[in-house]
């Protein structure tokens, strides 16, 4: 079956506590992306990549860090996160212009 | 100005009913375009690409504008099940960045 997994689904943690979210496709896609979305402001992109080893900054990409070592994984990581990065995420991937998201990770930092 | 707008609704519209939302978008670069659509705390799916030419999919119709930068979907013949977020997408090319309305809400009443 075809998809996108993330983990974790939900995390609550503490300002400056490093955390990873995992982001992971068996679809065999090139590009790949990262979300977050918040009331009022929709989903905007944070990073993107285009293919291994390619990545782009998006709209928002203060404070977020990725990286795109395999084809089929692009963790969004967080080095320091503050209050203001609580957030619903969501990693996307693209074959030509259709995008497949994950289920979204629902980040609270404290 | 942002790059895609949306009047957020919501919508509340009985059984039966015809909707229309519209978009506009900012880029006159832009490529492809897209409706999405996103349940309560779910991931965004695809709804369907916009055409120039205009295109239908059973009881939706979406209509591009080129010169007027401006997209619309029209739903026929409401179900309840349409209730949701309807997401405005547009690109300015394969492998570059996705730019995300904030979405329109449609509640259909029984």
């Known amino acids: 079956e075809a998809q996108v997994t993330q983990n974790p689904r939900y995390l609550i943690t503490v300002t400056g506590k490093k955390l990873t979210v995992t982001c992971s496709q068996n679809?065999?896609?090139?590009?790949m992306s990262w979300y977050r979305q918040d009331p009022g402001l929709g989903l905007r992109q944070i990073y993107y990549s285009m293919n291994v080893e390619v990545t782009d900054k998006g709209d928002v990409p203060e404070g977020y860090k990725v990286s795109r070592k395999e084809k089929r994984n692009f963790p969004l990581i967080l080095e320091s996160p503050s209050p203001n990065q609580t957030s619903l995420y969501f990693c996307?991937?693209?074959?030509?212009?259709?995008?497949?998201f994950g289920p979204g990770t629902r980040l609270t930092v404290t | 100005r942002k790059e895609v707008e949306q009047d957020p609704g919501p919508f509340n519209v009985p059984e039966g009913a015809t909707v229309a939302f519209n978009c506009t978008y900012s880029?006159?670069?832009?490529?492809?375009f897209f409706w999405y659509r996103q349940d309560c705390r779910k991931e965004p799916k695809l709804l369907m690409s916009v055409y120039s030419s205009g295109n239908e999919d059973g009881r939706f119709t979406a209509q591009l504008n080129r010169a007027s930068q401006y997209i619309s979907l029209l739903i026929r013949d409401s179900k309840l099940s349409d209730s949701a977020t309807y997401l405005c997408?547009?690109?300015?090319?394969?492998?570059?960045?996705?730019?995300f309305g904030t979405g329109t809400s449609l509640t259909v009443i029984p």
């Open positions: 679809m065999n896609h090139e590009y």
């Open positions: 880029n006159s670069a832009s490529q492809s």
């Open positions: 996307a991937t693209s074959w030509g212009s259709e995008q497949y």
């Open positions: 997408v547009v690109n300015r090319g394969t492998g570059n960045q996705f730019y």
